[in-house]
């Protein structure tokens, strides 16, 4: 890729964020159900094996609307925003103030942050990584801001899920015409960058939930983020994927059909 085209690149992302940002009202950001909504199922997952985070410093990348910066500074967490979209750092920070915590926040690519090294405990990455050409250069840098024995998280789609990918390929109003789902070259190419690396799989046969907004409510993928209506349901309104819930923590650990997932949850750690 050219200078000129990752500039071009880095400009889409930076306008089509902008605009989401400045379309959102701060009263309808889900910060908590963000972590402990029935379907934050990737969230929940992460924080049991991040432990307590009161007192640990923590870079969240890729911050969006800041509901995950906000949730771990209500937790006790020191966390600085990461985003390439000026406006989606201003709504984090507002976002934090109003929920009475403080976030410091910076304008910056993931593939060079201007931020000190061996700083930070824990590196925070949800749905970021598959917006990033030069993804060699991300987790170098994730790398370098970590402190020995730190461990990044990250949250982002498979790309062999033949129901996202016609998803994917309907909702060309709410996501970006430069992301690329991973593929196991990702799972490969962090383990240069971290030891133990591991992974774990999410939504398979939950995907029907998906479907229903489709084909029984009515909801276009142009009308609504699906990955963000999902926050709203409760369990009076999933009993019925409830048990889908459950038979995807089985299929979802079996070698090459957990690869049919919607997305993954990958995790290290820095020498």
Sequence with gaps: MTVAHETEMHRREADFHDEWALTTP??????????????AL?????????????????????????ES????????????????????????????ERHGVTIHGLVSVGEDLRLPADEFDLVYIANTI????????????????????????????????????VYRRMATQTRTEDESPLTV??????????KNVRHREFWLSSLLLFIKYYLVDRVHPN???????????????LWWWLPLRS?????????????????MVMWGTKE
């Design 26 to 39: 701060l009263d309808q950001i889900l910060v908590r159900e963000c972590f402990e909504a029935p379907t």
């Design 42 to 66: 990737e969230n929940r997952f992460i924080l049991g094996q991040m432990g307590p985070l009161r007192g640990k410093k923590i870079l969240d990348i890729g911050a969006g609307l800041g």
């Design 69 to 96: 910066s906000v949730y771990f500074a209500l937790q006790g967490a020191l966390v600085t925003a990461v985003d390439i979209s000026p406006r989606m750092i201003e709504t984090t920070v507002r976002l934090g």
């Design 130 to 165: 598959h917006h990033v050409q030069d993804r060699r250069r991300l987790l170098e840098q994730i790398s370098r801001t970590l402190r020995a024995g730190g461990r990044f998280f990250s949250i982002d789609p498979i790309a062999y899920n033949p129901i996202i990918n």
């Design 185 to 194: 070259m990702d799972l490969r190419l962090a383990g240069r960058y971290f």
């Design 223 to 237: 009308e609504d983020r699906y990955w963000k209506r999902i926050l709203r349901e409760t369990t009076a309104t």
């Design 247 to 263: 038979v995807d923590s089985v299929l979802t650990r079996v070698p090459l059909l957990r690869y049919l997932s919607w997305n």
